[in-house]
């Protein structure tokens, strides 16, 4: 994995990048973005997200089980990564309609850990 430095209002921010054969994952604390080729709104399941690992490292605590509602920024997962912890929070209101991951799995940057469904 490397990393870039990014400057914003006036605070430093470590970045996580992760190049893979299709594209790039870029990964911060909270969230991880996938850049490559456009894929066509048809191939995307509408209205449903699911929340990545921002970096390579273990899953410490899933607080969410299928069916359960969130609210936007509730914390959903917990992934401890170089002897910090992630708080991985919920990017809309919505229902849980996965749990892709388990506490104590290593996960690799951009990994799957929870689908929501739009409320």
């Keep these: 994995m490397n990393w870039i430095t990014v400057e914003h209002g006036g605070k430093t921010h470590r970045v996580a990048v992760e190049r893979t054969a299709q594209g790039v994952w870029v ?3 909270g969230r991880a973005k996938y850049f490559g080729p456009e894929r ?3 191939s ?3 209205g449903h997200d ?3 690992a921002p970096m390579t490292g273990k899953v410490v605590k899933v607080r969410v089980a ?3 509602k969130v609210a936007r920024n509730d914390v959903v997962v917990i992934l401890e990564a170089m002897k910090m ?3 991985l929070a919920a990017p809309h ?3 849980v309609e996965a749990v892709l991951c388990k506490e104590g799995e290593l996960v690799d940057l951009g990994r799957g850990l929870v ?3 739009g409320a």
Excluded: C, F, N, Q
């Design 27 to 29: 990964g911060w604390p």
């Design 40 to 42: 066509s709104e048809a």
């Design 44 to 46: 995307r399941d509408a």
């Design 50 to 52: 699911e929340i990545r």
């Design 66 to 68: 299928v069916g359960d």
């Design 85 to 87: 912890e992630y708080r």
């Design 93 to 95: 209101d919505g229902i």
């Design 115 to 117: 689908e929501l469904k």
